[in-house]
């Protein structure tokens, strides 16, 4: 569910905008939760050569994954979080250097995938709860990978120009496509596996919005409201009632992303607090704006990878919570959150700042 590499080379109908400040837009009903109690930290991981890490798991408390890469994006970067540190473990040789998402069922069944490096390198990985293996992949360029109730793998993927996009579960020891492939003009970018008969994906659909739902059959594209379609970045799924949606709507003036709500029956379209100026320079890095993860009480965070603040929404209104301190100067961006299990902490990760690497927590 993690914004992926491929987004470098993305369409997008709106990369033309001038500067726009987006404001936060309330919605009608009844707030979810309160911001919750807690603060955010700071954890401050050494040792390593220009790292930067693009996606984060978070089955429980004790256990956490975090991926991305290291030595100018010539090296895969596996973090493992046990025992209150941070540590790296080693991928498999062969491994894609820019590994792009991680994902969870447990401490052992973690699936990693990546990119880059050329046809002959892995571009998947399964974590047993022992070594990482290497695990052939169906199109040369993932996206990302999703772990539903049952514990089996979903993943999207593509060819490098962005074509052949589609929807695999591993299955039988293979990726077996799942059906929804996309004309020329679309992309996926965001899946959530929450179970075999309930998945999401997202993207930049070639007509409507772009976002997909399975009941197990078939496929179904959603339509979200509003007067431009929405490209979808992000998914979190938490309910067959409860699933929250980061989308840019693709209108010329660029209003903003929005937090869109799935309650079961309709679409709720919050527009997000965060300023943004020019969206073409952003739109060029890994997780340009930023990603969401629920707080464990109705509610949803939000780091948009350009401010000094994590934003709260409680499902009527949005507060501003200062970043952790730090000693670099500013703020490195953040690329991906998850929440621990289901408690109401949650993990932040980005880029590294030259060999330093910063890794928020809220607890």
């Known amino acids: 569910m993690r914004t992926a590499l491929a987004r470098r080379t993305a369409p997008l109908a709106l990369a033309a905008a001038a500067v726009v400040t987006a404001t936060a837009a309330g919605t009608s009903g009844t707030a979810l939760a309160d911001a919750p109690p807690g603060a955010w930290t700071s954890t401050d991981v050494t040792g390593l ?75 998947s990985l399964h974590w047993n709860g022992r070594a990482w293996k290497a695990v052939d992949y169906p199109r040369p360029q993932p996206m990302a990978v999703s772990v539903d109730s049952r514990g089996k793998a979903w993943s999207i993927g593509s060819n490098t120009d962005g074509s052949g996009a589609a929807v695999f579960r591993r299955s039988g020891g293979t990726w077996a496509d799942k059906g929804l492939s996309l004309a020329g003009g679309g992309m996926l970018d965001a899946l959530a596996a929450r179970t075999p008969k309930d998945v999401w994906a997202g993207g930049l659909g070639p007509s409507g919005d772009g976002l997909w739902h399975y009941d197990g059959t078939g496929w179904t594209q959603m339509d979200i409201p509003g007067d431009w379609p929405q490209w979808v970045l992000q998914i979190v799924a938490l309910s067959p009632d409860d699933v929250w949606f980061y989308t840019i709507p693709q209108d ?77 100067g500013g703020w490195p961006p953040v690329y991906d959150l998850a929440q621990v299990g289901r408690t109401a902490s949650v993990w932040g990760v980005g880029p590294g700042a030259g060999n330093r690497l910063l890794i928020d927590r809220f607890r």
């Open 49 to 123: 050569t220009a790292p930067a890490l693009y996606g984060v798991t978070a089955p429980d408390r004790g256990h956490a994954w975090a991926v991305g890469t290291q030595s100018s994006s010539s090296a895969p970067l596996i973090l493992s979080y046990r025992h209150g540190a941070w540590t790296p473990q080693a991928a498999p040789a062969g491994t894609a250097p820019e590994l792009v998402d991680v994902a969870s069922g447990g401490p052992s069944n973690v699936w990693a995938v990546g990119q880059g490096g050329g046809a002959a390198t892995a571009k």
């Open 252 to 328: 010329p003036l660029f209003s903003g992303p929005d937090l869109v709500h799935w309650d079961g029956t309709a679409f709720t379209v919050t527009k997000t607090p965060s300023p943004y100026e020019q969206v073409r320079p952003f739109a060029q890095d890994v997780g340009f704006l930023g990603d969401i993860a629920s707080d464990g009480r109705g509610g949803v965070w939000l780091q948009d990878s350009r401010t000094a603040y994590y934003r709260h929404f409680d499902g009527t209104a949005w507060t501003s919570v200062p970043r952790p301190a730090n000693d670099l």
